[in-house]
């Protein structure tokens, strides 16, 4: 009997920004004189810079010459990129991260989505709440949570880990021993950045309980201050209880190239001493057939030091209108979070207004389109995230729109 697998049917409704788009689509068909100003979703609008340009350009000279042409990849990743990668950002951190230990991937999202997949349906899972809702997804699909429970909006099985600004938007760990917890940080979307003890902290809670830390860097480049790490690895043992996955979409651009990476240390084991490295070394080869040669060579020189220049000043760029969005709505009377090493604004939301009531009122109101925090989990109910992605005239737009409304 042909059934599809039934926890994925657990997942009712669309995944966030489908559902965002959906509320907009119907609200310009209803004005469609509008003219809005997307800060809702985390894409970024900076053109490539002109090094990938030229990388890109000389890698399809290669492919249509027969002496250098590339057919498919190697499916762990390219080994120029490997070691750049090795090089240009682990060691230069103080990291010993080897080459063999990166795995190459299309971006951090199948890499987030896929990693749920290798481990036990009966792993406890702990995610920190409000963040990136693909955490939660890919553990229902992969059959880890229990029944949806409207009343609170968590998933039963699942440990949600708080974090408000009762805590400074930092997790407080879970009492009873958890098997995976996952750590974005800088954070999507109350833009936290944990600090070096702040993480320790949590490294060291994991060695304790035998747990594993899948980490998400894919915001380092926007960390400014000093005394926040830009990898887990700047942990002490974080090696022996970490994964860490990035992504060249929010540094570098290429959210429509497509490239990311796991890191995933020689030593880390499960309960029973199987290699986690060598599982997901099977499991890359036989489901992913590498990312494309061109944009590999791309993310070589995204690491070269003309590649980190232009690196710097997109993120400046869009810092700028990080700092446009605090400064104005903060001048308005709202209280706001982040914005200052990460991308994203956490703007907590007047008195008696729900997230998806202030959505609606920015759209209405203002035609700015923002993201409703509840969307990112239950304690995101009250704040809305704003991003910094969009253009200079863009976000002064927004925030001249807001401040009239
Ligand atoms: N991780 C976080 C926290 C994100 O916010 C995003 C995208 O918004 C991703 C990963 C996805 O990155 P990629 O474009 O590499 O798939």
Known sequence: MLNVNENYLKLKGSYLFSEIAKRVARYKESHPE?????????????????????????????????????????????????????????????????????????????????????????????????????????????GRAGKFNEEIAQWDNLTYLPCTEDNNFVPQLPKDDIDIIYICSPNNPTGTALKLDELQTIVNYAIAHHSLIIFDAAY????????????????????????????????????????????????????????????????????????????????????????????????????????????????????????KNAPYIWLKVPHGQTSWDFFDTLLVNAQVVGTPGLGFGPSGEGYLRLTAFSTHNNTQEALRRISVM
């Open 220 to 339: 380092e480049a926007y960390i400014s201050d000093k005394g926040i790490p830009h990898s887990i690895y700047e942990c002490k043992d974080a090696r022996a209880c970490a994964i860490e996955v990035r992504s060249f979409s929010k540094n570098a651009g290429f959210t429509g190239l497509r490239l990311g990476y796991t890191v995933i240390p020689k030593e880390l084991t499960d309960a029973s001493g199987n290699s986690i490295h060598a599982v997901w070394a099977r499991r890359h080869s036989t489901k992913y057939n590498g990312a494309p040669y061109l944009v590999q060579r791309a993310g070589e020189t995204v690491l070269s030091s003309r590649g980190q220049d232009e690196v710097r000043n997109l993120v400046s760029y869009y810092m700028e209108n990080a700092k446009v969005i605090r400064d104005g709505l903060q001048k308005c009377g709202y209280t706001v979070y982040g914005g």
């Open 34 to 142: 509008a003219n809005l100003v997307r800060l809702g979703i985390g894409d970024v609008t900076r053109p490539l810079t002109s090094s990938i340009i030229e990388s890109l350009h000389a890698s399809i000279e290669e492919m249509a010459r027969e002496d250098t042409f590339k057919g498919y990849a190697p499916d762990l990743g390219y080994s120029f990129l490997r070691e750049k990668i090795a090089k240009s950002v682990y060691a230069r951190l103080g990291c010993k991260i080897h080459a063999d230990e990166i795995f190459v991937s299309d971006g951090a999202k199948s890499d987030l989505g896929n990693l749920s997949e290798i481990f036990s349906e009966q792993c406890k899972v702990a995610i920190t709440d409000p963040v990136y809702p693909v955490y939660v997804d890919s553990n229902v699909m992969a």
